[in-house]
Every structure is written in C-alpha cells, then in structure tokens.
DNA sequence: TGCGTAATAT
DNA sequence: AATATTACGC
C-alpha cells in the first residue's frame, strides 16, 4: 500500500474538524442538525439568530469552513418582503439575500461575492432559489436534509479550496488545501482508480488509460445532491478483491495474462507498481516471492530466446502467469519461442507443489505413487512421469533431510499386495501424516525440509531447510538449519527456550517430524501472543492436537498415556499398532 | 503394466 | 539447477 494508516484514516475521517456555523431560529431543529452534523465529525457553532451569527463571523473569533443557516424565520421576512433568504455559506461568511434590505444583504453578499454560496431550505418556491443561486449560491437544498446531503456539504469547502483562482486563499481554507493537497499526492492514482471502478469493474487498462486523460480528480467534485462519500481508498478493497480473484482463478490463465499484460505494458511505471504492490499486499508476500523465482524461472525456461521487451514484463508475466496448468503456463511463454514446443516443461511452482504435496499427504507416503497423486492432483497437462520424476526429486530431498538413521529404524514399508497397504493408513508413525478433510495443511507443514525454490523469500534456492511461509521465528529460538538440530542428542525436539526444554518423548526415528510439529504449534501460539488470540488459531492447535495425536503438545500439557492412547485407539477399532523403536509400545 | 530408481539428456 | 527422459529391475 502506497498510503499508511494514518493517511486512510485521514481520508475517512476527512470532514473532520471542519467548522460549520449553524444559524436557526428555532433551537430544538439547531440541536438536532448539530448533532447529525457532529456524528459526521464536523464541529459546529450554533446560533439563534443572525446578528448573532454575524457578529460571530465579523469578530472571527471563530473561522468557519461552512455555515448552515435555517432560512425558515427569514423566508417569512422573505416573503413579507422585508428580509431575506438563507444560506449555507462557505468560508466565514453567510451571504444575506435580502429584497427589501438590500444594502444589509449586498454587504455580506459582496463580501462573499467570491465565494460559493449554498442555500438551505425548505423552501420550495423555484424563484426564491432562482433568486439565491443567481446571488451567488451554488446549491439550494431543500429540506428535509438527507445525512447524505449533510454529509457533503465539505465538498464544498474542497471545492472553494481548490476553485478561487488562488486569489482568495483564506486562512481558513489554506490549511483544509494543504492537507487535501497531502492526501491526494498520497492517492493520486488510486483516488482516480476508485472512482472509475465504482460503477463496474473495469479492467484495469482502462483505469490507466483515464488517469492519463482525466484531469485530476480533486477537479470534478460530483453535487452534493449526489452523495458520494468515498473517498479514494474506502473502494481500495474492491479492486484488490478484484484482482485477487482475478489472480486465483486457476481456470482463466490466458484471460488473465492477456490482462495483466495489457495493463503492465501499458501503464506508466508509477502504476505499474502500485499494480504490482497491490498483488503483494494481498496476497502476502507469496507473490513476491513468487514473481523472484518465476522471473527467473521463466527466463531460463525461454532459454534467452524468448524477447521480453522490459524486464518488468517479465516480471508480470511471473506474477500472473501462475497457472495450475502448467502446459497452458509454459506454451503461453512458448509462444514467443521457437523451440519451446519441443519440451513440455512442468513448471513446479509453489501452487503445484502445494497440489503435489497435499495429494501426497492425502495418500500417506507409502501409497504416494505417481498415479495416485495424478489422481489427486487433477491437474490439467500433468503426465504421470512428470509427477514420478517431481516425486523422484521429493523423496531424494526428503531423503537427505531424515537422518540416516530414521531410515533404518523405520520398518520397511509393507509388500505392495498386502493387506495393510490401504489408502488413508491409519499409522502414528507414517511420515506423511494423514489428510484431514477439515483441515487441509499448507504445504510445507508437514516437509518443511523440502520447499520448492521460489517459495523462499529474500530468494534463498536452498532445498533442504525449513522455512515456514509467513512466519520468522523468533530471535530467541534458535532454530538452525540443520536437521540435526530439530532433534537433540537423545532424540528430543529442541524446544524453544521459554517453552522449556526436552519433553519426555522416547527416543525414535520421527524426532525430526515432531520438531516439524512442535515448531507449527508453538509459532501459532506465538502469533496468538502478539495478535488477538483468535479463537480459528485455538481452533487450529486443538484441531492438530487431536489429528496428529503423535505431536507434542503445546501449553505445556501432558501428552495422553501410552495405554491411554492404544486404548482409544482400540475403541476406534484400531487394534494393531507398530511397535516402536524402543518398545514401550506394545501391541494388543 | 506400473512403479522406483539411477543415469543421462535437455 | 531443475526437470524430462530413458533404462532397468521388480
């Protein structure tokens, strides 16, 4: 985001503090417009009666932005021929329009002579506002007012601000200038954005296009009679829900590269950047890694043939081109090379990896075989060798991370044909722990030793060492990439120094995986620490607590009983369990 | 046939 | 370096 919070709150709150003088007769009506006026953050200075108000505004004790006045007592002056007409008037003065005391109204009126004027009123006589408009008011609004209509009445502050022709550039109003001036350097882009974006959602093209050839936006300010309170980044959401969506839609790539690639080429580089922040921030840093690793991916795929006529083309096309598709991601880039065709090649980002590593997750890891995740995977263009060769590459790493001795320890998977070998094995010791409809794990979660390139920030290519996306742990834990270091000398997790240190966990092959566990837990209640303590981050530990009954648990609490386990277990109907390495379980 | 794996090619 | 392809044994 381009603007800080202060900023946003700024724009929403921008009414705030602009002074409205309220001039009306009758007391019970002033009050009440007061406090609508005071909800809407306006401060508001109420008077009875007009000398009241005059003397107030001649003393200038007080600058006012805006008055209000109630014509209804005049109106019957107005009528009677004698006095006036009113007004809602801008910048300290309240313009008397007055037919019989001519030289009392034509004093105020000449003296705001070059000011906007706006009335009103519940009058509803099409001379009387004929009379006030041609005297310089520039709205007559009848009543009752809308919250609306009140609402805005700033916009005619704004309007005034940016609309003397410098030569009356009030104290009043100089600073309301300066700081809209402040906000709108802030949001030049986006203001504009916004409201074209309101009526339809429009591709973005056209958003750059209008921001080319519209004068600025602080130059059209719409009737108040139209209420139009947002301002710039409250409609923000919308177009990033937008894009967002945009983004995530697997189905459309080449709609979408053709999209984006015609905003990013076309933009200027200004907006091409808020673009590209827009994504990030919505998308949560993933897509700036992202964008490292496929733009350099995507470079190396095209083997320099391919022409990108700017780097930042590039580079949008890393962004955007991200497609579960891969065959339709690599030919949209083949299309510009001449032997690109020649080889489909999958490109494994992290999404596909993420497909790739649920689907093994849901087939545990002795049923992971290519088919089966081609199966899960459901993805368009994936040939089963392509799977096989990526699953290749995922059990060397995984491989490398286990310890050695996690390979010999742990029993040698079961015959293909026999009986066990089911789909959804029900075993504490699988290394691929079960797949929980309810509760899908990132990918990652469970292998964080092996996370495909790209999904490291700060562009780290290491395979091999944990990296939880969206979580740095803290400097107090040391966690080291080294898997060694995931599990102690006696085979206990490291724990963080202020969760204490080995919990009473037999020694077994899966200390590595436990770490994995442990340092999940314990960086969700970390957030929940610093954050609120939301009740879907509770949810998540118990959830985990209860799916993964072989993690240690977290808070401090006592993992169940051996007996007690192997027990519920058996209720379940799960009467066969793996011995462990060191015995202490038993099979029933 | 399908799979895993290693070696090799791109 | 990452991925595809191939070969081979099970």
Redesign the pocket.
């Known amino acids: 985001m381009v603007c800080t919070e202060n900023e946003l709150l700024r724009w929403k709150d921008f009414p705030k503090g602009l002074r409205v003088l309220l001039l009306d007769q009758d007391q019970n009506a002033a009050s009440e417009m007061r406090s609508r006026l005071e909800q809407m953050d306006y401060i508001v200075y109420t008077f009875c009666n007009e000398n009241e108000a005059l003397s107030a505004i001649s003393s200038k004790l007080e600058v006012f932005h805006v008055a209000i006045v109630e014509d209804k007592g005049f109106r019957k002056l107005l009528y009677a021929a004698t006095k006036t007409v009113i007004a809602l008037l801008i910048n300290s003065h309240i313009v008397v329009v007055s037919a019989g005391n001519s030289d009392w109204g034509l004093k105020f009126l000449g003296s705001a002579k070059d000011m906007p004027t706006i009335m009103v009123s519940n009058t509803h006589s099409i001379s009387t506002m004929m009379k006030c408009i041609v005297l310089g008011a520039v709205e007559f609004l009848q009543k009752p007012l809308s919250d609306d209509k009140l609402r805005n009445i700033w916009q005619h502050v704004v309007h005034k601000a940016f609309h003397s022709g410098g030569k009356n550039d009030s104290e009043s109003l100089k600073p309301v200038k300066e700081s809209i001036l402040s906000m709108l350097e802030l949001q030049p882009v986006k203001r504009e954005a916004d409201n074209e974006n309101t009526n339809e959602a429009e591709p973005l093209t056209s958003v750059v296009e209008n921001q080319k050839e519209s004068p600025p936006c602080y130059d059209k300010y719409p009737a108040p009679s139209t209420p139009q309170q947002k301002i710039g980044v409250t409609s923000m959401d919308d177009a990033d829900l937008q894009d967002h969506t945009i983004l995530s839609n697997e189905q459309d790539s080449e709609v979408r590269e053709g999209e984006t690639k015609s905003v990013e080429t076309t933009c200027c580089d200004s907006v091409a950047e808020t673009t590209v922040q827009v994504d990030s921030s919505e998308r949560l840093g993933e897509a700036i890694t992202k964008e490292e690793h496929d733009s350099a991916?995507d470079q190396?795929m095209e083997d320099s043939i391919a022409t990108c006529s700017r780097s930042d083309d590039c580079l949008g096309n890393g962004s955007t081109t991200r497609s579960a598709d891969?065959i339709k991601a690599s030919s949209l880039h083949s299309s510009s090379g001449t032997?690109a065709n020649?080889?489909?090649?999958?490109?494994?980002?992290p999404e596909l990896?993420k497909k790739f590593i649920k689907a093994v997750e849901q087939l545990g890891i002795d049923q992971?075989?290519?088919?089966?995740i081609?199966e899960l995977m459901k993805v368009e263009g994936?040939?089963?060798?392509?799977?096989?060769?990526?699953?290749?590459?995922f059990?060397?790493q995984r491989r490398q991370i286990l310890p050695k001795e996690d390979e010999k320890r742990r029993p040698r998977p079961q015959p293909?044909d026999s009986v066990q070998r089911r789909y959804y094995q029900h075993k504490p010791d699988m290394a691929f722990p079960i797949y929980h409809s309810n509760h899908a794990p990132t990918a990652g979660q469970f292998y964080p030793g092996w996370i495909?390139?790209g999904s490291y920030p700060n562009g780290a290519?290491?395979?091999g060492w944990p990296y939880y996306p969206g979580w740095q742990p803290p400097e107090t834990w040391h966690w080291k990439p080294h898997p060694g270091l995931y599990a102690d000398v006696c085979g206990c997790p490291v724990m963080p120094p202020s969760l204490g240190s080995c919990p009473p966990y037999p020694q077994n092959a899966y200390g590595f995986h436990r770490a994995e566990g442990i340092q999940n837990r314990y960086s969700i209640i970390e957030k929940s620490v610093d954050l609120h303590p939301a009740e879907e981050v509770i949810d998540k530990v118990v959830n985990e607590a209860i799916n993964k009954p072989w993690l240690p648990l977290p808070l401090g609490l006592k993992p169940p009983s051996t007996e007690s386990v192997l027990d519920a277990l058996s209720k379940q109907g799960i009467s066969t369990v793996p011995s462990c390495i060191n015995g202490s379980c038993r099979p029933r």
Do not use: E, F
Request: net charge positive.
């Open positions: 991916a190396k891969p032997k020649k080889k489909k090649m999958v490109d494994w980002t990896h992971a075989i290519p088919s089966r081609l994936l040939t089963r060798h392509n799977i096989a060769s990526h699953l290749q590459k059990r060397m293909r495909p390139p290519h290491t395979w």
